[in-house]
């Protein structure tokens, strides 16, 4: 049974990707992050996700570097979080400098401990005009440096990169992921704000996927 290091955001994305690898009968260790999001709520999504799938889950402690990543609205309070569509101009607000690079460096190593095959990560196609780091050649690349990182080989998979989020929520309902328990809202109350992008982007793929929306939003 191969073993893999899922980066695991408590989000669609990595929620399906986590019941994906489990389907096929990898040996699953979940890895969240906390960067100092201000949703820290998908941290919490995380923990119920893992314990519904039976898989071990780890978060590392990432908050003091907060303050490095600058003025954007995951991290800095004093920056809004978008509303309306998932925007390219709008969005690039919530970018976090080099984010995924820490968050794949931090899985890399728990991969590597565990003497584990991959490390895995949810980027799609989606996501590639807003966030440089979820670009198909930024992943090579690390996939690339994780390979000659230690003697035990290590790849990068990255699936989703050429789905769309309707895929993704497709593959979810025919996997039976609980989505409910999902976390996708940037402004982290108790409940989905309805209004910023993310939770725009949410309801347009329930929408377009033909699937049944279980999240209770706010607005």
């Not at 995951?74 to 607000?93: I, R």
Request: with cysteine; glycine share 8%; net charge neutral.
């Amino acid at each position: 049974m191969s073993k893999t290091v899922v980066i695991h955001s408590g989000g669609i994305d990595s929620t399906v990707l986590l019941a994906k690898l489990v389907a096929e009968g990898r040996e699953v260790h979940a890895l969240s992050v906390d960067y100092g999001q201000r949703h820290r709520r998908e941290l919490v999504a995380a923990e119920a996700i893992c314990r519904y799938y039976q898989v071990p889950h780890q978060v590392a402690d990432l908050r003091a570097l907060a303050p490095i990543f600058g003025a954007n609205a995951l991290t800095n309070q004093k920056v809004a979080v978008p509303e309306g569509h998932y925007e390219e101009v709008s969005m690039k607000a919530t970018v976090v400098p080099n984010r995924n690079m820490l968050l794949i460096a931090v899985a890399g190593s728990l991969a590597m401990s565990l003497q584990a095959s991959s490390v895995a990560y949810g980027a799609h196609s989606g996501d590639h005009a807003i966030y440089p780091d979820c670009r198909p050649e930024f992943a090579d690349a690390l996939d690339r440096a994780l390979r000659l990182a230690d003697w035990h080989e290590i790849i990068l998979e990255r699936p989703f990169v050429g789905w769309n989020k309707t895929l993704i929520v497709q593959e979810g309902a025919r996997l039976k992921v609980p989505l409910e328990l999902t976390w996708s809202c940037y402004v982290g109350g108790d409940k989905h704000c309805g209004r910023c992008g993310t939770c725009v982007e949410r309801r347009e793929a329930f929408k377009l996927a033909g699937v049944v929306d279980p999240t209770v939003y706010a607005s």
